[in-house]
């Protein structure tokens, strides 16, 4: 039986993976970093269910990354969030470094990070930056798997106002997901959603309209990351939101 450790726990995804794991029949574990992210972790986690590394026996273990750089679209910062997520990314190659046996690490990202437009360029590359981490980290553990998805818009539960809602995808569902994927002890990529899955063809055929115009269309210094007068579209809100 595969063990589950949950990265970046603080998510509301991460405690929706966390009951739904559980209830899976799963031994699942949340990782924590510091003395400050631990009390923080205790509100949301039964206390033996907190711990700092991956076991030191050889065994199947999975790795799900809920969180890795920035959690929502922000204004360029690079000082601030370079080095939260420098740390962030030595902590989890310390982790896959430290483990010899099979690790299995599942990258939540987000369908931005695949077609980004101008308009989110530091948020998906940030998400771009998390998965090449990841990467990084698996080469630090022979055999290891990387496993990455790819989802729009996460809502509590669909059937809110307008289309985007029924379009989005569920948190439970993207968890049931998950688990599959670790059952399945195969690298995946995947795209998650309907919404998700839509934009990406309106964003392929975006760019081909771009490429084929003679000049690409110039993006308002407003309308870019973070303006604090242009609103979040919710394709575009972050998919592992608290």
């Known amino acids: ?29 949340v990782l924590f970093a ?38 929502h679209p922000a204004s360029p910062d690079a000082h601030a969030h ?24 599942i990258l939540v990202s987000t369908v931005i990070a695949l077609l980004p437009g101008r308009e989110r360029a530091y948020y998906a590359g940030f998400k771009n930056l998390a998965e090449a981490m990841a990467a990084a980290a698996c080469r630090r553990c022979p055999g290891s798997l990387l496993s990455v998805l790819y989802p729009g818009h996460l809502v509590e539960k669909r059937g809110g106002r307008g289309l985007a809602s029924l379009l989005a995808t569920p948190y439970d569902r993207l968890t049931l997901l998950l688990v599959k994927v670790i059952g399945s002890k195969q690298p995946t990529a995947r795209v998650v959603g309907a919404d998700a899955r839509l934009w990406v063809v309106a964003r392929a055929f975006s760019l081909l ?5 003679p000049g690409l269309r110039i993006t308002p210094l407003q309308s870019r990351d973070g303006a604090p007068t242009q609103p979040v579209p919710p394709m575009q809100r972050e998919t592992s939101a608290k």
């Open 82 to 105: 370079l080095g939260k997520f420098a740390a962030e990314c030595e902590t989890l190659s310390e982790l896959a470094a430290g483990y010899r046996g099979q690790l299995h690490l």
């Open 1 to 29: 039986m595969t063990d589950l450790f949950i990265f970046g726990g603080r998510t509301r995804l991460a405690r929706e993976l966390y009951l739904q794991a559980t209830q899976a029949g799963l031994s699942v574990f």
């Open 209 to 213: 309209a771009s490429a084929l115009r």
């Open 34 to 71: 510091s003395a400050g992210d631990r009390a923080v972790l205790l509100q949301h986690y039964p206390e033996g269910a907190i711990v700092d590394s991956l076991p030191t026996s050889a065994r199947e273990v999975a790795v799900v990354v809920c969180a890795l750089g920035l959690v």
